[in-house]
């Protein structure tokens, strides 16, 4: 079991950075692929990042390649999410979530334990 709670979200105005973090429970942490997550009203959940267990691998989709990078330090149970050139369409509630495998790691219900979620705001 796994439990996960993210904090870091806010409000900045267009241009300007946040880095979200996303603190875990459980010995196991280390073995879990890690990713993020993004949900804006009306819209459906949309992959941000995900990162292997061991962070030597990284995806992003195009929207956010460039601008946004995850991390994961495995002595702390912790990822992070730093967000820099932020747009007004990057305001969504971020979640993180873990898996147990590498496979799938865009795919949202592929992913076994999931946080409460942070909101980020991106103003004009």
């Known amino acids: 079991q796994v439990q996960l709670v993210e904090s870091g979200g806010g409000l900045v105005q267009a241009g300007g950075s946040l880095r979200l973090s996303c603190a875990a429970s459980?010995?196991?942490?280390?073995?879990?692929?890690m990713g993020w997550f993004r949900q804006s009203p009306g819209k459906e959940r949309e992959f941000v990042a995900a990162i292997s267990w061991s962070g030597g691998n990284t995806y992003y989709p195009d929207s956010v390649k460039g601008r946004f990078t995850i991390s994961r330090d495995n002595t702390k149970n912790t990822v992070y999410l730093q967000m820099n050139s932020l747009k007004p369409e990057d305001t969504a509630v971020y979640y993180c979530a873990a898996k147990t495998s590498w496979r799938n790691y865009y795919i949202d219900t592929k992913y076994d334990y999931w946080g409460q979620g942070t909101q980020v705001t991106v103003s004009s």
């Open positions: 459980g010995r196991t942490f280390s073995s879990y692929t």
